[in-house]
Structure formats: structure tokens, C-alpha cells
């Protein structure tokens, strides 16, 4: 089974940082690309942040450029982001996902193999 289990999320204020991690289990990491998605209350749920284990590419989402960087660690077969300079639009329930061969990046929850149960970010003064 392909299992990810993220952490990190927490309270911060405005302008703060954060970094996500998602811990892959039951499979190796190097072999996938990743997403990062968030969820706001009464939001549509959207992806932020790709990264391709293949050849290293990396796309984000106009919003978040400048401010977040997902990468991954195949020795830890972990992946991260990390989240600079946060705005309080930036709240929401973060989950990561994998994906196998196929179209980078892939934009629809439905193209990824296993998601994991999200952490929360909430960004207030």
C-alpha cells in the first residue's frame, strides 16, 4: 500500500514560516511525483506545489511562487514544504500526494495514487 503520512501544520502569524513533511511508507518515494494540495473551509480544494522525482522539475501554482519550495528526500523518503512569508489566504488543510509515470504536473485529485489524511495550517495575527 501506498501510505503518506504529513506533519507540521500549526498556528502561525502572518508572515511566518512553516514546513510540511510527508513521510512515504510502503513504497520508495524516488519512483513518484508528488503533490502538495491545501483545502480552505468553504474552498475548493487546489494544488499548490508539484515536484517531479524523475528529473527534479518543480511547478507551484501562481499564488504560492517565491514563497513555498516542495522537494523530496530519497534518503529519508520523505517529502517537504516549506512555506516562507505565509498570508492568512494560505490557510487550510494540506495534503501529499503520489502519482506514477504520466502528464507533470497533474492538476485533479483523481490523477494521484494515495493521498494522506492532511495537516492543518492556520495563519492568524
Known amino acids: 500500500q501506498l501510505q503518506l503520512v504529513e506533519s507540521g501544520g500549526g498556528v502561525v502569524n502572518p508572515g511566518g514560516s512553516l514546513r510540511l513533511s510527508c513521510v512515504a511508507s510502503?513504497?520508495?518515494?524516488?519512483?513518484?511525483?508528488i503533490a502538495w494540495f491545501r483545502q480552505a473551509p468553504g474552498k475548493e480544494r487546489e494544488g499548490v506545489a508539484w515536484?517531479?522525482?524523475?528529473?527534479?522539475?518543480?511547478h507551484y501554482v501562481d499564488s504560492v511562487k517565491g514563497r513555498f519550495t516542495i522537494s523530496s528526500d530519497n534518503t529519508q523518503n520523505t517529502a517537504y514544504l516549506q512555506m516562507n512569508r505565509l498570508a492568512p489566504e494560505d490557510t487550510g488543510r494540506y495534503f501529499c500526494?503520489?502519482?506514477?509515470?504520466?502528464?507533470?504536473?497533474?492538476?485533479?485529485?483523481?490523477?494521484?495514487?494515495?493521498w494522506g489524511q492532511g495537516t492543518q495550517v492556520i495563519v492568524v495575527s
Open positions: 500526494g503520489v502519482k506514477g509515470l504520466g502528464p507533470f504536473p497533474a492538476y485533479r485529485w483523481d490523477d494521484y495514487d494515495s
Open positions: 510502503g513504497f520508495n518515494l524516488k519512483y513518484y511525483a
Open positions: 515536484f517531479s522525482s524523475y528529473d527534479g522539475r518543480t
